[in-house]
């Protein structure tokens, strides 16, 4: 069964620009989220969607946005980025229906470098 | 609000000298804790999900434990592959259930 998987695993950005990752979660798991992982800060949660829907939100600026499409795939967004918005970007997946309970897994993330 | 410390923040074993992380979790009501481990410039690895205090779970030289309060997770005879960061995180019943991840413990063992 594969795993998560994320694209691209690393790119670079200059500042002002707009970056967007994507995420294909385990087969049959409908909830993706993503996370934020700086060493500073450690991992710090971005949003979470469900069929389609962001069911849970983070406390990230707005310039941070994500969709999820009828496959279950997501994708998140950062416009403007700043130098501060380098960081390892991880997916992760989860059978839940509920959110309840179950346990995420992760990719390998994608490495963003904002110059 | 929930909150998860992990302690120590770095530890240094020489192989073959068994350890143990500690994990401390402050939650209105555990539904999971789940340990990960995260090799350098990867997502984490998911280790174990225990569920309910007095659990225990094993796989290969790691064995975890959980408490109303903590989770350890002990190293037997580690070998210098066991090298990584172990990150712990606890889902709360009720509210969103996206876990709450600690800052994690750096291991280092040296052959």
């Known amino acids: 069964k594969a795993g998560v998987t994320q694209t691209p695993r690393y790119l670079i950005k200059t500042r002002g620009q707009q970056v967007t990752l994507s995420c294909s979660p385990i087969?049959?798991?409908?909830?993706v989220s993503w996370y934020q992982q700086t060493p500073g800060q450690g991992l710090q949660f971005l949003f979470e969607?469900?069929?389609?829907?962001?069911?849970n939100k983070g406390n990230f600026p707005g310039r941070f946005s994500g969709r999820q499409f009828s496959n279950s795939r997501s994708e998140m967004n950062v416009s403007t980025l700043e130098l501060g918005d380098s960081a390892l970007y991880l997916c992760?997946?989860?059978?839940?229906?509920?959110?309840?309970?179950?346990?995420?897994?992760f990719g390998e993330g994608s490495w963003l470098t904002v110059v | 609000e929930d909150q998860v410390t992990q302690s120590p923040e770095a530890l240094r074993l020489q192989e073959g000298e068994s350890s143990s992380l500690n994990c401390s979790y402050t939650?209105?009501?555990?539904?999971?804790l789940f340990w990960y481990r995260q090799d350098p410039g990867k997502g984490p690895e998911f280790l174990f999900t225990?569920?309910?205090a007095g659990e225990e779970k094993e796989k290969e030289r790691l064995k975890a434990t959980l408490t109303k309060k903590e989770s350890f997770l002990h190293i037997t005879a580690p070998k210098p592959e066991d090298s990584a960061t172990y990150l712990c995180?606890?889902?709360?019943?009720?509210?969103?259930?996206?876990?709450?991840f600690g800052r994690g413990t750096s291991l280092i063992v040296h052959p």
């Open positions: 995180a606890v889902q709360a019943k009720g509210g969103s259930y996206i876990p709450t």
């Open positions: 969607y469900f069929s389609e829907t962001q069911r």
């Open positions: 939650v209105s009501g555990l539904r999971g």
């Open positions: 992760a997946s989860s059978s839940s229906t509920s959110g309840a309970g179950n346990t995420i897994y």
């Open positions: 225990l569920y309910s």
């Open positions: 087969s049959g798991h409908r909830s």
